[in-house]
């Protein structure tokens, strides 16, 4: 027997009691979490319909876009408990019943994410395979909405599996695939103050003061372990940049930084290190070790010639430390405290409609 205090009393249970409670809090959670997702499919799928015959109904009766004013009074008068119905939500469930006239994509896909992203990728996206990647992607990793315009600002869909690696040549199927998708070529470290001339150690300070930034711009699965970590060889003594491990791929990921133009004996020392950590780290059941070289600047030709010989597998990608942002788009970055619930694997599937 045990004790457990309640809310208001100190009582005796028996034993297991508090795994019991625990399994149906779980339960419980997962129920409510499921409940809503399903209430969001069906939100979608009611406005994508109210969209459709909303577009139907103009084609059919030649009814002018004023029908949309009306329309929002009728039915926010008929239905006042109900968000969603203003003129502005209107017009986008017509938008969206026009980019997808299909209801099958709709709810195989777009119904998943709630109504606040699918309008922001309506705004931000205009290409229909570029939306349909960040639908999927959303769905994948369950990024906020902030998080998500963050990736659309940051051009992410360019910039992913665009490293230039060796991956296909020294690790094995999938794991090769997995790793190269893993990579971005250049990666954006635009939440940096840095100014004027600064070497690899400041930068790499920097980087892992702004740790909550600098995961995300890696990538989902990328755990930190440290910066300047050490490793013995014979008699000497050396310091990788900065050590991961992907929770993914399974495998520990050295990152060297340099400040400059990409030279050939980056890579003859990114792939010792690699080496030394495959010795000294890497457990069983890890996938072999990883490395990342991230460069000012490179030249193709000459890395793609370094890389070649390089038996280790090496990604070389260049970063930036700004990029170009619309001052209307600025106040949709997201707060530390969004990236933080966005780490936390805490994505809000909530469906929001339009206040």
Known sequence: MSIIENHSTRQIVPEGYGDFLKCLKQRIKETQLKAAIAANRELILLYWDIGRQILESQDKEGWGTKIIDQLAVDLEHEFPDMKGFSPRNLKYMRKLATI?????????????????HIIRLMELVTDTKERDWYIHKTIEHGWSRSVLVHQIESGLYRREGKSLTNFSTTLPKPQSDLAIQTLKDPYVFDFLTMTGKYDE????????????????????????????????VGEREFFIDLLFYHTHLHCYVVVELKTGEFEPEHAGQLNFYIKAVDNQYRQEGDQPTIGILLCKSKDKLVAEYALSDIHKPIGVSEYQLSRYLPDNLKSSLPSIEELERELAGLGNYEAQGDK
């Open 100 to 116: 997808y006239p299909e209801i099958q994509i709709v709810q195989q896909a777009v119904a998943q994410i709630p109504w606040g």
């Open 201 to 232: 150690l400041e930068l790499e300070k920097e980087l892992v003061k702004q740790i909550t930034h600098f995961l995300l711009e890696m990538g989902a699965g990328f755990a930190y372990i440290g910066r300047q970590v050490p490793l013995v």
